[in-house]
């Protein structure tokens, strides 16, 4: 059994940046998502790692300002978030991709508690 833990989220002023990490322990994670929910909406694809590292897939509204990473030697993966809007005001979690659509929240399992981003303007 897999189990995800999130962590680095905060609390950081518009245009700031901040890197998250996913740590799995039971076993090794394969390929891995970000979705982020903010309240009170559905939660959003935000990025997907291939188990690999190649290829990453981004979400068009944090595109060339969100970068997905794996280290697979510690078994992790982290997201690093720059020019932070406060759009981009959420939870964040890690999930394990179990095939199918990488972009669907439907298609991973083993959601963490996830990490709280809060971007002030």
């Known amino acids: 059994q897999v189990q995800l833990v999130e962590s680095g989220g905060g609390l950081v002023q518009a245009g700031g940046s901040l890197r998250l990490s996913c740590t799995a322990s039971?076993?090794?994670?394969?390929?891995v998502g970000w979705f982020r929910q903010a309240p009170g909406t559905e939660r959003e694809f935000v990025g997907h790692?291939?188990?690999?590292?190649?290829?990453?897939y981004h979400a068009d509204s944090v595109n060339g300002r969100f970068a997905i990473s794996r280290d697979n030697a510690e078994n992790s993966v982290s997201l690093q978030m720059n020019s932070l809007k406060p759009e981009d005001t959420a939870v964040y979690s890690c999930?394990?991709?179990?095939?199918?659509?990488?972009?669907?929240?439907?298609?991973?399992w083993g959601w963490g508690k996830g990490t709280r981003v809060t971007v002030s303007s």
């Open positions: 999930d394990v991709y179990s095939g199918g659509s990488v972009y669907e929240a439907i298609d991973y």
């Open positions: 039971g076993r090794a994670v394969r390929s």
């Open positions: 790692i291939h188990w690999s590292g190649s290829p990453a």
